[in-house]
């Protein structure tokens, strides 16, 4: 179980001054500082310098701050990792990973920030559980957008598999594991429904372009409080049950047993490790 919550991963373009003003104020628990896609090749180099100036001015609070580099096989990727090694923040996040030898080559670039993988081409889908188990890596983003492109997919269910599959593999590693996108940034609805099955598959959290989506996405991964108040009741009831002998107890008309209290516990872990966040 995770420390700190990850519902909320907003990508920030790292060329735009005002976008990074912004984002000190919203309520997210992950900043994607975008050097990539967000930023037009002939803004990437200056864009280096300005996220250096935000990220040295601070301001963004305890939320967990990530640098998403251009890939090393660009002309920008080794620039952009030695820039990001002085910059700070938490994490340096490598586009288009296809295997864990792309991660060593980061790894020597940056040799004390941990490594997060985009998880968005056919190679490093089929690569996920030897990238999810590399001893850097601490978290999975999926790029659905490119990962539809290569796949020349048109739905999302489409990449059911390939989520799935990445979510596996970070599991078994005990990584985080953030959804992709949802592009159509107006659709609430939308966006609501898609957040909704991410949570359902197990995703922490969801990777967001704008800033209206974050308080659906903090809202669908972080726990009801229907589902606090049944995590209480169910160690309660448990306590009563083990202090009895039994091995089961009955809430709600379900059988709960210690796997649920595991669930139960982590649930309140999580509300607490929101609470934390949100009063910081
Ligand atoms: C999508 C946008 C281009 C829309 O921008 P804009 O038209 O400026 O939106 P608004 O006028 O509604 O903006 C309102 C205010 O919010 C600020 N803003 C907008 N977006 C962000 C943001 N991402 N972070 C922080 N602040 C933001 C505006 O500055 C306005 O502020 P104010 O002036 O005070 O009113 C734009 O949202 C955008 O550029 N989004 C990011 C796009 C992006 O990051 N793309 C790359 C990541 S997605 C990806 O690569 C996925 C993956 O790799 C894959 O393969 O799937
Ligand atoms: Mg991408």
Known sequence: ????????????????????EKARGLPVDVILF???DAVSPDAKVAARDTLYAALADGGYGPRLKIVRINGLDTEWGAADAAAVAAMDCDAILLPKVNGPTDVDALAA???????????????GVLNAASIAKHPRIAGF???TNDLAKDLNSRTRAALTMALQHCLLAAKAAGIVALDGVYNAFKDEDGLRAECAEGRDMGFDGKTLIHPAQVAIANAAFGPTEEEIDLARRQIEAFEVAEAEGQGVAVVDGRIVENLHIVTARATLAKAEAIAALETA
Do not use: C, F, Q
Not at 109 to 123: F, G, R, S
């Open 1 to 20: 179980m995770h420390s700190r919550p990850y519902r909320s991963a907003l990508y920030i373009p790292g060329s735009k001054d005002r976008a990074l």
């Open 109 to 123: 670039l940056v040799p004390d920030l941990p490594i997060w993988a985009m998880m968005e081409t056919p190679e």
């Open 34 to 36: 975008d050097l990539e």
């Open 141 to 143: 983003v999926l790029g």
